[in-house]
């Protein structure tokens, strides 16, 4: 894994999670601020008035770490987010594992419903 730009470091910490794949491995930028900051770009927002936001990877190695990252957010903030993917339940399995053997829970996450 590499910085947002697919090069430096990844960032984890109290204000931000901020990554992607490294070089030919890189694809869309995850990230996710302590904050929500309307910083003037354009903001998808639904009929509930809740932030869009997205994180196409391409299904490239730092997938698994994406994934991951959104059954965290999930597992502590479950009526405050939602999470949708384009890939299926078989796909979603290795990022389940992992997090059920390295933090406990994971292995029931189930995405919401569009």
């Known amino acids: 894994m ?7 470091e990844a960032v984890f910490n109290a204000k931000k999670v901020w990554f ?10 995850f990230y996710i601020g302590r904050k929500f900051v309307d ?13 869009f936001e997205f994180c196409k990877t391409s ?3 730092y997938d698994l770490a994406v994934v991951c990252c959104l059954i965290v957010f999930k597992h ?6 939602a999470i949708f993917s384009d ?22 996450f189930v995405k919401d419903k569009k």
Do not use: M, W
């Open 20 to 29: 992607n794949g490294v070089g030919d491995d890189a694809h869309e930028t």
């Open 59 to 61: 299904r490239k190695p």
């Open 87 to 108: 890939g299926d339940e078989k796909e979603l399995e290795e990022s389940k594992a992992l997090c059920q053997k390295v933090l406990g829970y994971g292995q029931d």
């Open 76 to 81: 502590y903030l479950p009526n405050d987010i």
């Open 39 to 51: 910083d003037g770009h354009y903001v998808s927002r639904d009929d509930n008035k809740r932030v």
């Open 2 to 8: 590499a910085g947002g730009l697919g090069k430096g």
